[in-house]
Structure formats: C-alpha cells, structure tokens
C-alpha cells in the first residue's frame, strides 16, 4: 500500500510564500514521476507541476517563474515552493506519484489527500 502524505497549506497573504511537501510512502516499485495538482471551488484538477525521476520539470503557464518544483529521491519527497502567492492560487493542492508496475506493462497513479491553500488579505 502506498501513501502520500502532504503538508505546508495554509492561509498567505497575496505576494506571499508558502512550501508544500509531499511524503511518499509503502512498496513503490520505480517512481516515474511526481507532482502537483489543484482544484479551485467550481473547477476541474488541473496539473500545477511536475518532476522526472530524471528531473526534467514541467509547469502550468499560469505558475511559470513563481512556484518551483524539486524533489528529494532517497526520501521520495516532492516539493513544491509557491513563490509571489496570488488570490488565484487558491485551490485544494493534491500531490501525485506516477510509478511503474512491477510487470513493467503499465503505470499505476497515487494521490495525496490535498492540502488547502489560500491566498487572501
């Protein structure tokens, strides 16, 4: 069984910073990826970012040059630094882990419960 564990939400300020973290857990077989999610109230999930097990890094255009993405492999920890916080940010942050199946034949997905952010003065 695998579990994702997050944590760093909270309530910024816009402008403000805040970091995620995202603990991975249970028998993962090789890791192909992890990454960030998020849901705003009314909307669908959408991808945030993004990090290879090579560290090739992907981000929506709407994060680019504010939030960072890294990862720490020997903890299968994933970061995510939220940087120039904006009330759009706000949204139910979920972590992702992408793995391939010990069969090597497919790729099985993991979620994190999420962790609430908002950005309000």
């Known amino acids: 069984q695998v579990q994702l564990v997050e944590s760093g939400g909270g309530l910024v300020q816009p402008g403000g910073s805040l970091r995620l973290s995202c603990a991975a857990s249970?028998?993962?077989?090789?890791?192909?990826?992890m990454g960030w999610y998020r849901q705003a109230p009314g909307k669908g999930r959408e991808l945030v970012a993004v990090i290879t097990s090579g560290e090739s890094t992907n981000y929506a255009d709407s994060v680019k040059g504010r939030f960072t993405i890294s990862r720490e492999n020997a903890k299968n920890t994933v970061y995510l630094q939220m940087n120039s916080l904006k009330p759009e940010d706000t949204a139910i942050y979920y972590c992702n882990l992408k793995a391939a199946h010990y069969t090597g034949h497919y790729y099985v997905y993991y979620w994190g419960q999420g962790t609430q952010v908002t950005v309000s003065s």
């Open positions: 249970g028998s993962i077989f090789s890791i192909n990826s």
